[in-house]
């Protein structure tokens, strides 16, 4: 199932507050990147980052993004400076 046009704008507004956005659609999904780091997604209508160690401890829900893929957090959050803070976290950590 592809994810929404609305859902995903929602999940744009919701990262508002971090600079150096891009994405790109694929295959009805949307790949999220900060200044050229893919740190996570849009799935099936769902908002998902990376797993990493620097997160573990804001106990989201590991889910599939799709058959086969490594797990991916959940992001359950829908205050953007908190959503900030998680993408900086992730960003330092991917790169």
């Known amino acids: ?3 929404s046009k609305d859902y995903f ?3 744009l507004e919701l990262l508002r ?3 150096g956005i891009s994405y790109r659609k694929m ?3 949307y790949m999220l990147y900060k200044d050229g780091v893919i740190f996570g997604g849009v799935y099936d209508d769902r ?3 990376k797993k990493i160690k620097g997160l573990e ?3 989201f829900k590991e889910v599939m993004p799709y058959p086969n893929a490594s797990p991916f957090y959940l992001v359950d959050v829908e205050d953007p400076d908190e959503i900030k803070d998680i993408v900086d ?3 330092k950590e991917l790169r």
């Open 9 to 11: 704008e929602y999940v």
């Open 47 to 49: 908002f998902l980052v």
């Open 27 to 29: 295959m009805g999904e």
């Open 57 to 59: 401890d804001r106990h």
């Open 1 to 3: 199932m592809a994810s």
């Open 17 to 19: 507050e971090v600079r």
């Open 89 to 91: 976290i992730l960003v």
